[in-house]
């Protein structure tokens, strides 16, 4: 498996400004929703990306969720995606204000066992973890919330090479196989007929 | 706006009404079939993108109408103790557009389990009176695999030959050797060889996800083409509201809705249902009149009952060495029946297949794979991830659902579709026959799992996605116990049939749509024969 560097991964990242790509729309959505003092999009940024790498933290020679435009990718699917938007904001806001109230900082400024623990209250349900502005409950937005920055992170063909997976688009080429051989069913062969045989009406099968 | 006056109208494009259509306008019959979504168009297929994966939880391409909500699809509402998730999809082909392609047919016993297991009902036909129309199914369609299976009836050789197995299924495979029991190459409708003009299939693994390249048999790329070609008319974006009578009781016709909700009526000789085991019903119990306050064909009262499944249960086993089931078509490539029929030391009658199964790509593994164990977030996600995917096998235990008429399909009250249709009510139960079978199963899976070398097993539970809709229509001899005769004609209105998974007696413990198509098949044949007495 070719082995990813972190270097060689922030470096590509780096040359991406997320601020310029795919945000504006749906900070104008949000703002039209919620208000101009409700919505910063610095700190909503900051809090997803420092959310997202806590879920897919960089361990060895894997990166981190942000380093793989993680965040580029979540942007582009919130644009589309007005339901699943305000489900992201929501639960990003709760973990923002869940901070400063725990903890007297923002999010992305908590140090990272504070974050995970923040992580795990929502995860569970404990009490406090209801998100109050949408009426839900904790536990199934953070499956959303995890299911999308993996959906966002395993789509992405900087990470395949990693974990073994070749693509193969169906436009395309598959992947090579070795054809079936008869031999491996040799031993059924052998074997007696073993499903049921029904009689006729004159009793024979 | 009147239209002219086919022999037959087909309501429904999928399995059964590509089948059907295509057999009797071969004989010369007169066909028009209304078909409530359109063509898909493989170009828009997300096969092609890396983003393929996503597409199973959100937007056009999921397989349930409920979350991908295009504009043919209608709600359906699940209720009961175990609520199915009911899969369907609505375009020129039906189900056969996001099918996996397994192929397999039903065993003679299927066709007697009141007879021989004292439990549902006989079929008025025997598998032998299908097996022609299985035969023809196979080469119409293009199937690959390979005959000789011992826990199945002898059949013809199959049109082009199985499909790789992989490491998978040579690893599996291995552990039904050592264990001694049986299992077999299974039969998909995807072809391995040219094939009709087709070419084979390249081993992309995404079939559920559109095969823009018709390796895969689905129904609008194998027999609609054909049906066209005789001359037989397809009418798209055209939902069927009701089906309409005349004074003497018989079928007159339909109404339905254009793109645009202007309502049109569509008269015809003979009018035949292939809406699949939830949509038939539907539209039945839609279709009432003074003659039929509780729904056409519906004297009986059993229009929408008996509504049955296949329950699931899924076994993955995770090994040390790479199985990459993400590599090879997504049809089955291996499956046992070693455990299909009644053994009465067991707690349960009837019995399951193991379908040897492959695998979705990372997203799904992460997301939890088909067992339902997401990868777990945080500092040891990277090492669990690498060592389960591309390390799993799974086995999906796949069990016998009895018919029971508490298990139904009904009219939901309040819920409508975009046109104001009322929509379906689905109420399931899983039976303590049902539990006891996917018990036993999934021992047994984890025992061939272990067997293969499987260092870790995980279960799903019970699952009630729901693909195969079976038995809201049934066939049978007694009018006052089926909705249908052995032809598939309504017992209650002469000139009205109905072909697809709702005229099934009995589920089987196999996969329902080659049985779909050889009874269309049969189904047109019997039309064509009684055709001057329908009139």
Same mark, same amino acid.
């Given at each position: 498996m070719k082995k990813l560097t972190r270097r060689g991964v922030l470096k590509r990242s780096l040359k991406t400004s997320i601020w310029a790509v795919g945000i504006t729309p749906y900070c104008t959505t949000l703002r039209l929703m919620y208000g101009a003092d409700f919505w910063d999009e610095k700190r909503y940024h900051r809090t997803l990306r420092a959310a997202a790498d806590e879920i897919i933290p960089s361990v060895d020679d894997m990166p981190a969720a942000s380093q793989v435009k993680v965040i580029n990718y979540i942007s582009l699917v919130l644009e589309k995606d007005i339901e699943l938007l305000r489900l992201i904001v929501a639960t990003l806001d709760w973990l923002q204000n869940q901070s400063q109230t725990r903890?007297?900082?923002?999010f992305y400024q908590a140090s990272s066992e504070q974050r995970i623990d923040l992580l795990k209250v929502l995860e569970r349900g404990a009490q406090g973890s209801e998100i109050g502005l949408l009426n839900r409950v904790g536990p199934d937005l953070f499956v959303a919330f995890r299911n999308l920055v993996y959906e966002a992170y395993y789509t992405n063909p900087e990470v395949w090479p990693a974990i073994g997976y070749e693509f193969h688009s169906t436009g395309g080429i598959g992947p090579a196989m070795k054809p079936f051989d008869e031999s491996i069913l040799d031993e059924v062969c052998?074997?007696?007929?073993?499903y049921r045989e029904i009689p006729n009406e004159e009793g024979k099968t | 706006m009147k239209k002219e006056k086919p022999d037959i109208l087909v309501i429904g494009s999928g399995a059964a009404g590509a089948a059907l259509t295509e057999r009797l306008s071969s004989l010369g019959a007169k066909v028009v079939c209304l078909e409530q979504g359109d063509w898909v168009d493989p170009q828009n297929y997300p096969s092609a993108n890396p983003d393929w994966e996503a597409s199973m939880r959100r937007g056009p391409w999921n397989t349930d109408p409920n979350i991908r909500r295009r504009p043919e699809d209608y709600p359906v509402v699940n209720d009961g103790s175990h609520p199915p998730k009911i899969m369907m999809f609505n375009a020129v082909g039906g189900s056969t557009i996001h099918w996996a392609a397994h192929f397999v047919r039903f065993h003679p016993s299927d066709f007697r389990v009141r007879t021989l297991d004292g439990v549902a009902e006989d079929w008025p036909i025997c598998y032998e009176e299908l097996e022609e129309y299985y035969d023809t199914n196979d080469r119409i369609i293009g199937v690959s695999g390979l005959s000789g299976d011992p826990a199945n009836p002898p059949r013809t050789p199959r049109p082009t030959p199985p499909l790789p197995l992989g490491v998978l299924g040579e690893t599996i495979g291995s552990g039904f050797n050592k264990l001694g029991w049986y299992w077999w190459v299974s039969d998909n409708a995807i072809i391995s060889r040219f094939y009709n003009g087709r070419p084979p299939c *390249?081993?992309?693994?995404?079939c559920q996800y559109g095969c823009p390249i018709a390796a895969k048999g689905s129904a609008d790329v194998t027999y609609w083409p054909k049906a066209l070609k005789n001359g037989a008319t397809l009418i798209t974006k055209a939902r069927v509201r009701e089906i309409t009578l005349d004074r003497q009781g018989r079928a007159r016709g339909v109404l339905y809705y254009d793109p645009d909700g202007n309502l049109h009526e569509q008269l015809s000789k003979v009018v035949v249902v292939c809406c699949n085991g939830v949509g038939t019903p539907r539209l039945l119990l839609n279709s009432t009149s003074k003659l039929f306050p509780d729904g056409l064909a519906n004297f009986s009262g059993l229009v929408g009952k008996n509504f049955m499944v296949h329950p699931f249960r899924f076994i993955e086993g995770v090994f040390e060495e790479r199985m990459d089931g993400w590599k090879g078509p997504f049809g089955i490539p291996a499956m046992s029946q070693h455990f299909y029929e009644t053994d009465s030391t067991r707690e349960f009658v009837r019995g399951y297949t193991f379908l040897l199964e492959r695998s979705h790509g990372p997203v799904h593994q992460a997301w939890g794979g088909h067992t339902g164990n997401p990868i777990p977030w945080g500092k040891n996600h990277h090492r669990i991830m690498r060592e389960r995917f591309g390390h799993i096998i799974r086995v999906s235990v796949m069990g016998e659902d009895l018919p029971e008429e508490h298990n139904r399909v009904e009219l939901d009250p309040k819920v409508r579709d975009s046109s104001g249709i009322k929509a379906p009510r689905v109420y399931y139960h899983l039976s303590e026959n049902s539990q006891h079978m996917l018990d036993h199963g999934a021992v047994m899976a984890k025992r061939v799992l272990e067997a293969s070398g499987a260092y870790r097993t995980f279960d799903s539970g019970p699952v009630m996605g729901v693909t195969h809709l079976m038995g809201t229509a049934r066939m049978g001899i007694h009018p006052t116990k089926s909705v249908v005769n052995k032809f598939h004609q309504a017992h209650d209105v002469k000139n009205l049939f109905i072909v697809d998974g *709702? *005229?099934?007696v009995t589920a089987a413990a196999a996969n329902p749509t080659s049985t779909i198509g050889a009874l269309a098949l049969r189904a047109g044949d019997a039309i064509w024969d009684l055709r001057h007495d329908l009139v």
């Open positions: 903890f007297g900082r923002d052998k074997r007696p007929r073993y | *390249s081993l992309h693994g995404k *709702s *005229s099934f």
